[in-house]
T-cell receptor, first 115, second 113 residues
Framework: EAQVTQNPRYLITVTGKKLTVTCSQNMNHEYMSWYRQDPGLGLRQIYYSMNVEVTDKGDVPEGYKVSRKEKRNFPLILESPSPNQTSLYFC??????????????FGEGSWLTVV | AQSVTQLDSHVSVSEGTPVLLRCNYSSSYSPSLFWYVQHPNKGLQLLLKYTSAATLVKGINGFEAEFKKSETSFHLTKPSAHMSDAAEYFCVVSEAGRRALTFGSGTRLQVQP
């Protein structure tokens, strides 16, 4: 079954304590990305990756890092989380962004609260 | 630049009545358009997509949408609402080669018994 798996699904953490949200896909997709969802704003892209070792900033990258050492994994790193990073985070993947009609698959989301 | 406007933040219908969720888009190139649904505490599920083939697109669970280039619209409809349709719906636009999808701000659908 095609899946994008995120962990943890729920996390409460304190300001400044580094955390990593993992994302893994089993579809051999080249393209992966991270979005955050905030009320009234829809989803906004944080970072994306076109392939292994190829990453770039999305629309709201401040305060986040990513890495793409393997094709299947694309972790999101918050080096020093702050309360304004409290949000619902989604990982997504697709076979390639070059064809705009390819279906994007989303994980189930990770609820992050920073206190 | 691409953008998406969902014209209603909340829509409430009675069970068994038609559903209309409105979406207008702006795109410099021939876009692909999607509707995704998000049930409470769940991820995003693809309902349907338009990719420059037939302008009337049928999706899952009885939903369909019509691409109208002259009106730059991609409204989502369903003839008869079911309680299980209560969720948030996102209209999404994508252009070939662009790095990101552009999401609308979402429409929350309530279905009254």
């Amino acid at each position: 079954e095609a899946q994008v798996t995120q962990n943890p699904r729920y996390l409460i953490t304190v300001t400044g304590k580094k955390l990593t949200v993992t994302c893994s896909q089993n579809m051999n997709h080249e393209y992966m990305s991270w979005y955050r969802q905030d009320p009234g704003l829809g989803l906004r892209q944080i970072y994306y990756s076109m392939n292994v070792e190829v990453t770039d900033k999305g629309d709201v990258p401040e305060g986040y890092k990513v890495s793409r050492k393997e094709k299947r994994n694309f972790p999101l790193i918050l080096e020093s989380p702050s309360p304004n990073q409290t949000s619902l985070y989604f990982c997504a993947s697709s076979s390639t962004p070059r064809s705009s009609g390819n279906t994007i698959y989303f994980g189930e989301g990770s609820w992050l609260t920073v206190v | 630049a691409q953008s998406v406007t969902q014209l209603d933040s909340h829509v409430s219908v009675s069970e068994g009545t038609p559903v209309l969720l409105r979406c207008n888009y702006s795109s410099s190139y021939s876009p692909s358009l999607f509707w995704y649904v998000q049930h409470p505490n769940k991820g995003l599920q693809l309902l349907l997509k338009y990719t420059s083939a037939a302008t009337l697109v049928k999706g899952i669970n009885g939903f369909e949408a019509e691409f109208k280039k002259s009106e730059t619209s991609f409204h989502l409809t369903k003839p008869s609402a079911h309680m299980s349709d209560a969720a948030e719906y996102f209209c999404v636009v994508s252009e070939a080669g662009r790095r990101a999808l552009t999401f609308g701000s979402g429409t929350r659908l309530q279905v009254q018994p």
